[in-house]
């Protein structure tokens, strides 16, 4: 999150004398999104949307005026909400259009929860509406800023990571690592005779298969933990952090069976299998260790750089594709 963005609803808060403040955005003609809400200091993202219909939000949105309505708090969110309920709230909720410089259309709306029956003094409410022009370029920026961190990071087919991503997340966790000794594992995957679903069916039907396999990584790995990226082609890396290979063991397989149970579909409506080879690496090397183990000091393995992690996986993986395919090999 924009720390920008923060400082400026933080000080929304103070002049507002409000402690709960939610920042919504204008998605489309029908739907807001809750781009995040500030309690108490801190600054809660939320990732989802409604429709507007038929709620006050309608009529600050399409009127582009400030109002205050009654207000209900969605408690698992902490988002207060203006209502048309009257009585049943114990805060009101002041609502303030966003309008980008030299435009009329509403982008967005602030939130203020204030006490029941309060009213801000003239000047500290012009105020807040002076600084809505600022605060909607500021969350458009941010936006926009999301969106070309986006377009460097997240392949364009798959929706996976990029490979430039992936590499500098794996430097990251080898310098993690040798500091304090962890764990970590990567896979590398290869999807068996690619070239001839290209060939047999043309490169939109590989390109499909690619988005499938996405899918099926994606189930399967851990969300907000392990980096999956398309590494090139049809070559896919994850890396798993504080994993061991006998971890990282159990989930290839996992992702190898679910490839193999998977019926691809085809252009021509037949159904398709594929199937995956997948060879792993860990960051160090239980065979030679570095010291040996003591009464009072365990062993200390060889920690291995980046370059030996990503040799030793493509190592793996070349031996499971030329002992028969759809297998996982690993460096014990």
């Known amino acids: ?25 204008v998605l489309d003609f029908e739907k807001c999104g809750v781009f995040g809400v500030l309690a108490k200091g801190e600054f809660i993202a939320h990732n989802l949307s409604f429709e507007f219909e038929n709620t006050p939000l309608e009529k600050v949105i399409l ?21 048309y309920e009257k009585g049943k709230s114990t805060f009101d909720c002041l609502c303030l259009p966003l309008i980008g410089a030299g435009d009329e259309a509403v982008t967005g709306i602030v939130v203020l929860a204030l006490k029941t029956g309060t009213s801000l003094p003239s000047t500290r409410l012009q105020m807040l509406q002076m600084l809505m022009p600022m605060v909607a370029n500021v969350v458009e920026m941010t936006k926009e800023n999301e969106r070309l961190i986006q377009l460097a990071t997240q392949d364009d087919l798959t929706k996976l990571y990029t490979r430039p991503y992936f590499e500098m997340r794996l430097e990251d966790e080898v310098t993690r690592t040798r500091r304090h000794g962890d764990y970590f594992s990567i896979l590398r995957i290869d999807m068996d005779h690619f070239k001839q679903i290209n060939d047999n069916y043309g490169y939109r039907q590989g390109n499909s298969v690619l988005q499938e396999f996405a899918k099926i990584l994606l189930e399967s790995v851990r969300i907000g933990i392990d980096i999956a990226c398309r590494y090139s082609g049809q070559q896919f ?34 159904q398709l299998k594929v199937t995956v080879s997948i060879g792993i690496a860990q960051n160090q090397d239980t065979d030679s260790p570095e010291t040996y183990e003591t009464a009072d000091k365990p062993a200390r ?8 992690i990503l040799a030793l996986s493509d190592s793996m993986l070349d031996i499971a594709k030329k002992t028969g395919r759809d297998k996982v090999m690993v460096s014990w």
């Open 1 to 25: 999150m924009n720390p920008l963005i923060k400082q400026m609803l933080e000080t929304l808060g103070r002049l507002g004398n409000s402690q709960l403040i939610a920042l919504f955005n």
């Open 63 to 83: 009127g582009g005026r400030t109002a205050t309505y009654p207000g209900k708090l969605l408690k698992k969110l902490l988002l207060p909400f203006p209502t």
């Open 237 to 270: 890396m994850v890396l798993l952090p504080n994993t061991t290979v006998d971890g990282a063991y159990v989930l290839a397989e996992r992702i190898r069976q679910s490839c193999a149970k998977h019926f691809f579909k085809t252009g021509q409506g037949s």
């Open 301 to 308: 393995h060889k920690v291995l750089s980046k370059e030996e």
